[in-house]
């Protein structure tokens, strides 16, 4: 799986750190960190708490476009 | 906090494989024993060789849990350096034990064999989490 540099980059416009956006989203700093690094493959419902956290839709965050 | 998603689903995994191994563990042992390639039962003995493998499976468990960050009851630094300190006061307490059981040049049983490598893997593990985390 790919990085998710998408999502990082909407963090960092927000100034947030991966244990603030975790905590705000209720899992661990690791778990930001293996969805960041395309480790993780979130659930719709954390992806949804991520974007609400983000200002930002789930096209914008986590909609990859085909090669 | 509760353990979220992916520590549940890491959970999940690593005991099933601990489970998966444990009974290949087993199988063979009855099947070495049955056909009597290693008398188990009186060599090792039973209890000894049960209590041996659910050590070394718990210690793959902990270890695997740790390097996925999924341990648990670690919601927090504190909690992580309780843990660490008290593995590391029982993996010192079992190495000095070990150390004057061989000076008293007494044999080396699979239990004890076991038991070492189950508190030094899991301190191990809990050095390198926290060098990880000092890193990052």
Known sequence: ?67 | MNMDERQIQIRGRIFFHTMAGLIIVLLCAAFIQDFGIYDIVNKIGFSDFLISIVMLASAYASCALLFKDAYFGMHSQQQMTFFMIFFFIITIIDDVLFVSDRLRGETLTMIIAASLVMVNAISISFLCMRRRQNRN
């Not at chain 1, 899992?27 to 960190?33: G, S």
């Not at chain 1, 395309?38 to 789930?58: E, F, K, W």
């Open chain 1, 1 to 67: 799986m790919s990085k998710n540099l998408k999502v990082k980059a909407a963090r960092a416009a927000m100034d947030l750190t991966q244990q603030g956006l975790a905590d705000r989203v209720g899992v661990t700093r690791q778990t930001m960190n293996a969805i960041e690094k395309g480790d993780y493959n979130p659930s719709i419902r954390l992806c949804i708490a991520i974007c609400r956290v983000l200002h930002q839709t789930l096209n914008d965050l986590f909609w990859e476009e085909e090669e």
